[in-house]
């Protein structure tokens, strides 16, 4: 049986994939926010397929040491029920600020949670990935392309805009995974983004101001139901040869940033790994 | 640049710790969340690369205080800067809140702020200029129903400083008085600015800049910096408007947003 660790598994995409993920065999192991949360997504999907190999943790990736926290439980989780074996992790969890806000750390909340959240995860499970030549997959958004890294200031501090805020944390999203194939793809180890497209879900609705939710509201109307990029999602994870490509959109190669070198990667990759002080090539043995 | 800072590890403290950082000074931090302010210090460290010293305290103890005043001693550090930040409020109306709590309000924004500002400015690092800021309010220029005792609190914070300024100008002294209008520095103060709808979120200041023009102000020698031209207007309408009529717009508004935060099912 195959094992898929999804982040953000309650609501919207991630909910929607780790529905269908079960129902086509995959033991999921989801992460949310909040207990409550978790264990009506849980029921949900056990409602729907009893069968359903599923299983919930919760905590606020925002957080580092929750982050750290989850991820051992996740890796005892593995090594007790999978025999150390992880075939998906699906870096989903994501979040849209009308305002600057920051985490414990003092790091700006849109790229604490989009990009360094699924960066640090995936530092904690990749051994376990490595086992089975694992894939990462990652929700990315088109909305990565025409901007640059701010490399002197990736917090934003200086004139926050949410919106700029939000697409640098996808292009950081693609930067990961092109860092992640230069690295690991000799190992079997690869990663992919995903651009779910335009999809009703509530990103735009949790703790966002009025106009953003007013913007959203609307916009959102026009959006595919969840269930649609699920698909693209259970498509990378299926293929039973790696796909080539980095960037999918409704299950086909799609294309991305001019930004997306593998200088900005590095640069990323050694910027992540100082914020989150960790280092890749440097993981716990399984 | 030695800056110490009171409540480092909540939303505002974190964006002036992050703003210090960036400018390269050398950080103090104190909170009474010994977790959170680990946590920021490594945050500012990785960011920075600055020095970061913290030392968990509650202000509002006279011998806790002495303790991180001694560990500031003993390893004779002395400050060019302190930030008051730390302060707090709850929710509801005076009758409705537990006693207790209404003293601590009082407690922290002012018996506590006085406490740690003696104590800094003794400890100021001799032949520099000093620099003060506290961190006062909107709600300091308005009598507040519902917001009473904070609102009076920062009253006090507002004029203490006004006076303070004065008396320590000759000393090469600046004090500045911070009055922001709301401000998004946890996730309760988001669900209440929504919860006050079109007038909460447009005198809601941006953190990051109200950090950044703090500085700039304080080290400039100003001593009162309300950010937004939007509150600075309303600071001035307070000033004009009599302050009964003020209480009873006042009421009328807080009440309204109080019951929708409070009470969402009864829309």
């Known amino acids: 049986m195959k094992t898929a660790v999804i982040t953000g598994a309650t609501s919207g995409i991630g909910f929607e994939t780790a529905s269908l993920l079960a129902r086509k065999g995959f033991r999921v192991l989801g992460i949310g926010h909040s207990e409550e949360n ?3 997504a849980q029921e949900r999907i056990l409602s729907e397929n009893p069968d359903a190999k599923i299983a919930y943790f919760w905590g606020d990736l925002m957080q580092q040491r929750e982050v750290l926290c989850l991820s051992r439980d996740v890796a005892a989780y593995l090594s007790e029920n999978c025999d150390g074996e992880l075939n998906v992790l699906i870096n989903n969890a994501g979040c849209v600020r009308s305002w600057y806000a920051t985490t414990d750390e003092g790091y700006e909340q849109q790229f604490a949670l989009n990009h360094l959240a699924g960066f640090y995860l995936t530092h904690g499970l990749l051994p376990f990935l490595k086992k089975t030549k694992g894939r990462i997959i990652i929700t990315g958004s088109k909305s990565h392309k025409g901007i640059k890294v701010r490399w002197g200031d990736v917090m934003l501090s200086r004139g926050y805009n949410p919106l700029i805020a939000y697409k640098q944390s996808k292009l950081c999203n693609v930067l990961f995974a092109k860092g992640i194939n230069d690295r690991y793809a000799a190992e079997g180890v690869r990663a992919y983004v995903v651009d779910p497209g335009l999809v009703n879900t509530d990103i735009g609705n949790k703790k966002t101001g009025t106009l953003v939710k007013l913007i959203w509201a ?21 293929q039973e040869k790696a796909p080539e490509g980095l960037c999918y959109y409704l299950c086909r190669e799609t294309t991305y940033s001019k930004q997306v070198t593998s200088e900005n990667a590095s640069r990323l990759f050694a910027l992540s790994e100082r914020l989150c002080g960790i280092c890749y090539g440097r993981e716990a043995a399984v | 640049m030695n800056v110490l800072i009171t409540g480092a590890a909540g939303g505002l403290g974190r ?65 060019d800067m302190l930030l008051n930040i730390a302060g707090l409020d ?50 300091s220029m308005f009598p507040m129903p519902l917001k009473a005792t904070y609102a009076a609190s920062k009253r006090f914070l507002l004029d203490f400083a006004t006076s303070l300024r004065q008396e320590l100008k000759e000393q090469n002294v600046n004090v500045l008085a911070l ?5 998004v520095t946890t996730r309760e103060s988001m669900e209440g600015i ?60 807080w009440n309204r947003a109080q019951n929708r935060w409070l009470n969402p099912a009864k829309e």
């Not at chain 1, 026009?222 to 299926?238: D, I």
């Not at chain 2, 009055?179 to 401000?183: Q, T, V």
């Not at chain 2, 910096?225 to 207007?233: A, C, E, F, W």
């Open chain 1, 38 to 40: 978790c264990l009506k």
């Open chain 1, 218 to 238: 609307l916009r959102k109307l026009q959006g595919v139901p969840p269930t649609v990029p699920a698909k693209t999602y259970a498509f990378l994870c299926e």
């Open chain 2, 15 to 79: 964006a002036f710790a992050a703003e210090c950082g960036r400018r390269g000074y050398s950080l103090f931090l104190t909170d009474i969340n010994r977790e959170g302010l680990l946590c920021l210090q490594r945050g500012l460290e990785r960011q920075f690369n600055i020095t970061v010293t913290t030392k968990a305290c509650d202000l509002t103890n006279a011998e806790s205080v002495n303790d991180m005043l001694e560990l500031i001693d003993r390893h004779s550090i002395r400050f």
């Open chain 2, 90 to 139: 709850f929710e509801g109306s005076f009758m409705g809140r537990e006693r207790e709590k209404i003293i601590e309000i009082v407690t922290l924004n002012n018996a506590a702020t006085l406490r740690i500002t003696h104590a800094v400015i003794q400890r100021r690092r001799k032949g520099r200029c000093f620099t003060v800021v506290f961190v006062s309010s909107l709600a």
């Open chain 2, 179 to 183: 009055c922001p209008g709301g401000m």
């Open chain 2, 194 to 253: 929504a919860a006050q709808g079109f007038w909460g979120e447009v005198t809601t200041n941006p953190l990051e800049t109200v950090a950044r023009k703090t500085l700039d102000r304080a080290l400039d020698g100003k001593g009162l910096y309300v950010p937004g031209s939007l509150n600075r207007t309303l600071s001035f309408l307070g000033k004009l408007i009599p302050r009964s009529i003020v209480a009873a717009v006042v009421y009328w508004r």
